[in-house]
C-alpha cells in the first residue's frame, strides 16, 4: 500500500501532498515537519514563518524597476510580493515551485496586493531546464529556505546559471547549521561554508554577506 503524506500548514495555506514511494527523502523532512508543527503550536509556526522579515532582507538587495528576478521554491510567496513591489509594474517575478496549492496561494496574494508583475510557474528546480525559461534572462534569482529540503543543490543551484544573465545577483538564504530554535533538524542543514563551496564549484562567485537573523545565513554571489 502507497503511503501519502498530506501537511495543511494553516498560517500559509500551503498544503504538500508527498508520495513516499516518489519522494522518500521529502517526504521523511516533511514528516519531521508535521510532527513539529504538532509539537510547537499554531502561534510558534507563525513566529518560524515570520523570522525572516522581507522587508528588511528586500532593502539589502539593490533590487531596481525593471528587473526581472526568479523566486526559486517560493513556497507561498513570503518573499514574492515584497519583490513584486519593488521591481514595479515594468519587472517581472517568476514565483517557482513544485506546490500547486503554493503557487495558488502566491496567485491569490498577488491579486488581493493589485500586483500584475508575478508569474507563477510549476516546476521541478532540481531538473536542469525545469523551470522552462530562457537562459540568461533573469537579473536575480532568490532562493530562499529551499535548499536545506533538496537532495539535488547542485542542480537547483545550476538551473539559476543558466537562466542568470551575466553579471547577475543569486541570493541565498538557508537555515544557519548550528544555531538551534526553530527550523529543521540540524543534520538537514548545511554550513555557511559549505553552501559557498558548491555554489562556486557551479560558477558562481561570492560578493558578500547579507543579515538575515540568528537562525539563518545570507550570502550573495554574482555570475
Known amino acids: 500500500m502507497e503511503t501519502e503524506l498530506v501537511i495543511d500548514r494553516s498560517i500559509n495555506t500551503h498544503t504538500l501532498n508527498i508520495k ?3 519522494w522518500p527523502f521529502l517526504y521523511s523532512v516533511h514528516a519531521w515537519i508535521t510532527k513539529f508543527f504538532i509539537i510547537v503550536g499554531c502561534d510558534k509556526i507563525k513566529v518560524m514563518s515570520e523570522l525572516i522579515s522581507p522587508e528588511s532582507i528586500v532593502p539589502q538587495l ?21 519583490l513584486a513591489k519593488r521591481v514595479g509594474k515594468d519587472g517581472l517575478i517568476s514565483a517557482i515551485d513544485v506546490q500547486t496549492s503554493a503557487l495558488e496561494t502566491v496567485r491569490e496574494k498577488a491579486q488581493s496586493l493589485g500586483l500584475k ?3 507563477c510557474i510549476h516546476a521541478d528546480l532540481e531538473a536542469v531546464g525545469g523551470t522552462d525559461i530562457d537562459g540568461e534572462t533573469q537579473d536575480v534569482i532568490f532562493i530562499s529556505q529551499a535548499l536545506f529540503q533538496s537532495r539535488s543543490k547542485e542542480a537547483i543551484i545550476t538551473e539559476g546559471l543558466r537562466i542568470l544573465k551575466p553579471k547577475g545577483m543569486l541570493v541565498m538564504i538557508e537555515w544557519k547549521k548550528g544555531s538551534g ?16 563551496k558548491l555554489t562556486e564549484a557551479v560558477g558562481f562567485h561570492f560578493e558578500r554577506n547579507i543579515e538575515a537573523d540568528r537562525f539563518h545565513s545570507g550570502m550573495i554571489f554574482r555570475k
Do not use: Q, W, Y
Request: aromatic share 2%; net charge negative; proline share 5%.
Open 20 to 22: 513516499k514511494a516518489e
Open 62 to 82: 539593490g533590487i531596481g524597476e525593471g528587473m526581472r528576478i526568479a523566486d526559486f521554491g517560493c513556497g507561498s510567496g513570503h518573499m514574492t510580493m515584497e
Open 117 to 119: 508583475n508575478v508569474s
Open 181 to 196: 530554535g526553530l527550523g529543521p533538524p540540524d543534520e538537514l542543514r548545511t554550513s555557511e561554508e559549505d553552501l559557498r
